[in-house]
């Protein structure tokens, strides 16, 4: 039995990453799951969320925007519409866009237009979630 | 013969010209490697995403999905990308003669066809035609981005599919309610340009929809039996399915945009390379014309001394 997982990531601009891990945690559609080598095959669909893989002692934090996740004994391979490692985020962009994003739902809220309510409040979220997990970077 | 000055004028101009196409040479190709790396860089999504498409098809057998199944009807949509802007050689007269070809085959064999066109080129060369347009897109190339295929890829499905919120489908039968709205296809086929490399562009013709999933060619990466599903099979087909057209169409832009770029630098690396012969060419007959001039002018002085003695 392998003892080592290939993780793969994939978005539609990059390969963001194809590397062996010990540990994968995801956003799915019914929460979080964790997959460890060996786990049952599954096809899932990925949420807004914050994903993570261990590798020895160290693990990686990314942020993830939809997707799927398709998982086998020994593999996990992710088709995210984005994802972002810890270290590439922008902090100041992800503040400057909370801002922004809290600003519009507000003016949204005064008109009551749902659509606006809801963009607002997905990059709301989407900004909030950068600036966590870009804070956590790397934890060892 | 042309005199001096006219040669003189000749150069000029074909030197002038030669200063252009050198620009857009140099321009194509900086703009080439920037398309080549997207395409690069987007062919992994769009392999790993058809991958676990067709594992998951193979899987779910019993399944049927709009999107999956054969129709049989005798309506088809032809998506036809060309480039918006031209000096690129060959490259936009070789896909619209290939896909005049296919739709010519294409009722030949009795079926209905629709033309969808992205490019501006595309669309001017079916208008001059006479032929009806189903829909088109100019001002894409030069800055592709998923949302733009995003849009493109829920219209053709919408247009496939049919199912309008507003009707629901129709309980006699589907067949009767198609056969109301003329727009409808039973199949999609993607005509363009794949980038080989910048020398060679190749025109392609894929079967868009239905979708039809390969066989997956390693057996051990298929894992039959227990496999799980969240939420469930149907659910995530459902939004699996059209994923897929969109990511055909954002990687069949890449490719276009690719090979657009590889064909505008060939032929204007061509062109320069003429303007350099026809220089070299006027420029000798500029020389045999001046050298022709001096001798006559010399025999005329000589023989103007030769009357006076």
Same mark, same amino acid.
């Given at each position: ?86 270290? &590439?985020?922008?902090? &100041? ?20 237009? &749902? ?26 | ?9 000749? /150069?000029? +101009? ?5 200063? /252009?196409?050198?620009? $857009? ?5 900086? %703009? ?6 997207? /395409? ?6 769009? #392999? ?12 779910? %057998? ?7 199944? =054969? ?29 005049? *070809?296919?739709? %010519? ?10 033309? #969808? ?22 001002? @894409? ?21 049919? *199912?309008?919120?507003?009707?629901? =489908? ?27 490399? !910048? $020398? ?19 057996? *051990? ?13 149907? *659910? ?15 990687? !069949?832009?890449?490719? +276009? ?16 390379? #003429? ?12 020389? =045999?014309?001046?050298? !022709? ?11 103007? !001394?030769?009357? @006076?003695?």
């Amino acid at each position: 039995m392998a003892n080592k997982l290939l993780l793969e990531i994939v978005t539609p601009y990059r390969l963001v990453m194809s590397e062996e891990v010990d540990e994968v945690v995801a956003p799915g559609h019914e929460g979080e799951f964790g997959v460890l080598p060996g786990h049952t095959p599954f096809l899932t669909i990925l949420k807004l969320g914050k994903m993570s893989y261990r590798k020895g002692n160290e693990k990686w934090f990314l942020v993830l925007n939809w997707g799927y996740a398709e998982v086998g004994p020994d593999k996990v391979v992710i088709l995210a519409e984005g994802c972002e490692r810890a270290e &590439e985020i922008d902090i &100041e962009r992800a503040l400057a866009a909370k801002k922004r994003a809290e600003e519009r739902l507000a003016q949204a809220e005064r008109k009551a237009e &749902e659509i606006d309510i809801e963009r607002a409040r997905a990059s709301l979220m989407r900004a909030l979630l950068r600036i966590e997990v870009a804070q956590k970077k790397k934890l060892t | 013969m042309p005199t001096l000055r006219d040669i003189k004028r000749r /150069i000029t +101009s074909i030197k002038s010209t030669q200063q /252009i196409t050198k620009a $857009m040479k140099m321009v194509a190709a900086s %703009k080439l490697r920037r398309a080549q790396e997207r /395409i690069f860089e987007a062919r992994p999504y769009a #392999n790993k995403m058809f991958a676990v498409l067709s594992s998951l098809a193979m899987r779910a %057998k019993g399944e049927e999905h709009s999107l999956l199944a =054969k129709r049989g009807g005798l309506k088809t949509e032809v998506l036809v990308i060309t480039s918006d802007r031209g000096l690129c050689g060959a490259l936009n007269a070789n896909i619209l003669k290939k896909a005049s *070809e296919f739709i %010519k085959e294409k009722k030949k064999d009795n079926y209905e066809v629709s033309i #969808n066109v992205i490019g501006r080129k595309g669309r001017d060369f079916f208008r001059r035609r006479n032929i009806p347009l189903r829909k088109t897109r100019v001002g @894409l190339s030069g800055k592709v981005i998923y949302s733009n295929a995003q849009e493109i890829a829920m219209e053709i499905v919408k247009n496939y599919t049919a *199912e309008d919120p507003t009707h629901p =489908k129709d309980p006699v039968g589907d067949s009767t309610h198609r056969a109301d709205r003329e727009e409808l296809s039973d199949e999609v086929h993607l005509v363009y340009n794949e980038f080989k490399s !910048a $020398m060679q562009q190749r025109v392609v013709i894929e079967k868009l929809l239905p979708i039809e999933p390969q066989k997956v060619e390693k057996e *051990e990466e298929v894992y039959y039996g227990e496999f799980l599903y969240e939420p469930s099979a149907p *659910e995530v087909l459902d939004t699996l399915l059209p994923k897929h057209i969109e990511v055909q169409i954002f990687r !069949a832009l890449l490719e +276009s945009e690719a090979s657009e770029q590889g064909a505008r630098m060939t032929a204007m690396d061509n062109a320069t390379r #003429n303007a350099k012969d026809m220089i070299e060419k006027l420029t000798l007959q500029y020389n =045999k014309a001046r050298q !022709a001039s001096i001798t006559k002018e010399l025999m005329e002085v000589v023989g103007g !001394a030769e009357a @006076l003695k």
